[in-house]
C-alpha cells in the first residue's frame, strides 16, 4: 500500500483508455503519454494496460507501507526516495517506511509510476481510467488527494522474480535499481520545442494556401490554457480559404482542430468523442509521447508525412518494443 | 451505397457516408452500425457514428500482423469495402421511441420566457411547441450521451447567449439556434435553458450506459414539479 502524503499537482489513476463506449459519447480518457505509461508497467513487471499513477508537472510525495517493487518512466521529474535521486527508466525495489519525492520538472512534464501488480482500483466501463469531469474510474473518480490510500493488485510472477533479485542488491540501502534500463534510443527525446510530425487531416485543403504553410513553417506555443483534453496553441492564425460550417464527425487522440478565431488545438486523451471544427491535422501516433511531454510555455513545430509513412514508423516502433518485452522476460527468467 | 474511405490518425478510418446532414444519410449510418453491433469484426476495437460518418477505430500493430505486412490502413479498407457493398438500408434496427418528462420553466428553465419573447408567443406555448414534435437522434457527442436532436419546430428557435453559463445542471433541457437538447453531466454551455427532465441520461453502471442512442426517435412530456420530484426520487 502507498500513502499520498501530498498529492502534487493533478496525479491520477489512468490505463490505456476506456474503449468500446466513445458511441455513447464516454470519453476515452487514459494516459497522455500510452508509450510511457507501458514502459512503466513492463519494468514493473504488469501487463502494459494495468493502471499507473500519472503524474503531472509537480509530483506527490507518498510513503510506502510495504516493500513495492516499482517503476517511473516518462518525464525527468527529479524523482528522489529518501533524499536520494533515483533513476527512471527501470525497475525499483524500494523498501517500506521510505518517501518517494518529486522535484524539479527537469524534461518532459508528465511521470508515470507504476507498481507491480498495479493500482488495484474498480473497473468502471472496461476501463480503471479515471474519468475527471464525469468523476468516473480510477481512485473514487478524482485526482489524488493527501491522505489517500493506494492499495496495489496481486504481483505477477514476473515481478515477483524482478523483486527476488533487486532484494538481494538492496542490502542495506533503502531501495535499490536494477542494473539495465531501457535503451535510449527507444527512449522518445522529450527536449523542450520538439518537432511534431503529422498528417494532414481531414479539412486540410479547406484551409487557405498561406495558412497550410504557416502550419509547417511557424512555431507554436503550447499556451497555459491546456489540459488533458487539449492544448491550445498560440502562433499565426490558420484561416479557412472561405467560411464553411463543418459536420460535426469523429475526432482521434492528436487530431489538429481549428476554431474560428485560427489558433489550433491539438485533442488528446480526455479530447470529446466528436468535434464540429475543421481538422487541418493529425499528430503521428509515434510522436504523440513528445506532444503529452510538452507544457505551457514550450513551442511545437510540425513536419508533414504521409499516412503510409506514419504508420510505417508505428509499426517499426512496435517491433522494436516486441523484442524489448522479450528481452526484459529473458533477463527476468534467468534471474537477470 | 455510395461512400468514401479516410484516415482519421494511425489507428482509424472514417467511413464517408454523405455529405449532408439528412435522414436519408442517417439511414445509412443507422445500417452500417446495426450491422457493426450484429457482426462486430475481430479487428475492431470500437466505432463512433456521427451525422454524416462512422469512424472504425482498430489496433494497427494486430491489423499488420493479420494481413501479412501490408500497411494497416490499406488492410483494414480492403476489409471494410466488400462488408459496405453488401449493405443495404434497410438493415438498421427499428427505432426506439424513448418519452422524455420535462418540468418546464420555473427554476429549471430560466429562459423559458426569454425563448417565448423571442418569438412573440406565450411560455406555455412554447412549452406546447416543445413537448408536441417529433424528433430523432441523429449522434451521440460532446458529453456522455449527449443527444443531437433533429426536428425541433422553428417557432422556438432561439439563439445561445451572448456569455455561456459557468454551471448548467445534469438533466437540463435547453434551445441553440434550430436545436434542441439534454445535457446528461454538469457542464459549462450557452443554450437557453427551458426544463429539466428527473431521468437519468448518463448511467455509468448500467449495460448501456446511456438512455439515448443514435437513432432513437424522441418524444417530450410535460410533468409538473410535484411529478417531476415523485419521479426523481424513483430514478435514485
Known amino acids: ?336 | 451505397m455510395r461512400y468514401t474511405l479516410h484516415p482519421l490518425g494511425d489507428d482509424a478510418v472514417l467511413i464517408e457516408l454523405g455529405k449532408e446532414i439528412s435522414q436519408e444519410t442517417h439511414q445509412k449510418v443507422q445500417s452500417l452500425t446495426a450491422f457493426l453491433e450484429k457482426h462486430p469484426p475481430e479487428w475492431m476495437i470500437e466505432y463512433i457514428p456521427a451525422y454524416t460518418t462512422v469512424s472504425i477505430f482498430y489496433n494497427p500493430i494486430e491489423a499488420y500482423q493479420l494481413s501479412n505486412g501490408q500497411l494497416p490502413f490499406d488492410f483494414v479498407c480492403s476489409l471494410i469495402k466488400p462488408l459496405i457493398e453488401e449493405l443495404t438500408e434497410n438493415d438498421a434496427s427499428e427505432p426506439q421511441i424513448v418519452e422524455i418528462p420535462v418540468c418546464y420553466g420555473g427554476e429549471f428553465g430560466p429562459d423559458l420566457d426569454f425563448v417565448a419573447e423571442h418569438n412573440g408567443i406565450t411560455p406555455e406555448e412554447v412549452i406546447e411547441i416543445h413537448s408536441s414534435g417529433s424528433y430523432l437522434v441523429y449522434m451521440i457527442g460532446f458529453a456522455p450521451g449527449f443527444p443531437f436532436i433533429g426536428g425541433m419546430s422553428e417557432q422556438i428557435a432561439a439563439p445561445r447567449r451572448d456569455t455561456p453559463r459557468l454551471k448548467i445542471p445534469e438533466r437540463t433541457v435547453g434551445i441553440a439556434g434550430m436545436q434542441t437538447g439534454i445535457y446528461p453531466i454538469e457542464t459549462p454551455g450557452g443554450w437557453q435553458l427551458i426544463g429539466r427532465t428527473p431521468v437519468k441520461l448518463f448511467r455509468p453502471m448500467d449495460e448501456s450506459p446511456t438512455l439515448l442512442k443514435a437513432g432513437d426517435k424522441i418524444k417530450f412530456k410535460s410533468i409538473s414539479l410535484e411529478e417531476y420530484y415523485h419521479w426523481e426520487e424513483a430514478e435514485q
Not at chain 1, 203 to 221: I, M, Y
Request: proline content about 5%; overall charge neutral.
Open chain 1, 1 to 336: 500500500m502507498i500513502k499520498v502524503v501530498k498529492p502534487g499537482l493533478l496525479s491520477s489513476i489512468q490505463d490505456l483508455g476506456r474503449t468500446g463506449y466513445q458511441k455513447f459519447g464516454v470519453i476515452a480518457s487514459g494516459a497522455m503519454d500510452p508509450f510511457s505509461h507501458r514502459m512503466a508497467n513492463l519494468l514493473a513487471g504488469n501487463e502494459e494496460n494495468d493502471p499507473v499513477l500519472e503524474i503531472t508537472m509537480m509530483g506527490p510525495i507518498l510513503t510506502f507501507e510495504e516493500d513495492t517493487l516499482i517503476s517511473i518512466c516518462g518525464g525527468d521529474l527529479s524523482p528522489s526516495i529518501n533524499g536520494q535521486p533515483v533513476r527512471t527508466w527501470r525497475s525499483v525495489f524500494v523498501k517500506k517506511g521510505s518517501e518517494l519525492k518529486f522535484g524539479r520538472c527537469h524534461k518532459g512534464c508528465r511521470a508515470y509510476l507504476a507498481a507491480a501488480g498495479g493500482f488495484a482500483v474498480p473497473e468502471v466501463m472496461n476501463s480503471k481510467s479515471t474519468y475527471l469531469r464525469a468523476s468516473l474510474g480510477g481512485y473514487k473518480g478524482r485526482a489524488l488527494k493527501p491522505g489517500d490510500l493506494l492499495e496495489t493488485g496481486k504481483p505477477s510472477l514476473q515481478s515477483l522474480k524482478m523483486t527476488e533479485y533487486l532484494t538481494k542488491q538492496s542490502l542495506d540501502r533503502t531501495f535499490a535499481e536494477n542494473d539495465w534500463g531501457i535503451a535510449s534510443d527507444l527512449i522518445p527525446d522529450t527536449a523542450a520545442n520538439p518537432e511534431i510530425r503529422i498528417t494532414r487531416g481531414r479539412q486540410f485543403d479547406l484551409f487557405s494556401n498561406e495558412s497550410k504553410v504557416q502550419l509547417l513553417n511557424h512555431a507554436f506555443e503550447v499556451t497555459a490554457q491546456s489540459d488533458r483534453m487539449g492544448y491550445r496553441l498560440k502562433g499565426p492564425a490558420l484561416l479557412l480559404s472561405e467560411h464553411a460550417e463543418q459536420i460535426s464527425e469523429a475526432v482521434n487522440f492528436g487530431s489538429i482542430q481549428v476554431p474560428p478565431d485560427g489558433n489550433p488545438i491539438v485533442l488528446l486523451a480526455d479530447r470529446q468523442t466528436t468535434g464540429g471544427y475543421p481538422k487541418i491535422g493529425q499528430v503521428a501516433a509515434v510522436d504523440l509521447p513528445l506532444l503529452a511531454q510538452a507544457k505551457p510555455g514550450d513551442t511545437l513545430s510540425f513536419a508533414e508525412i504521409s499516412n503510409e509513412q506514419a504508420q510505417q514508423l508505428l509499426i517499426n516502433r512496435e517491433m522494436k518494443l516486441k523484442e524489448l518485452k522479450q528481452g526484459i522476460f529473458l533477463k527476468t527468467r534467468g534471474g537477470n
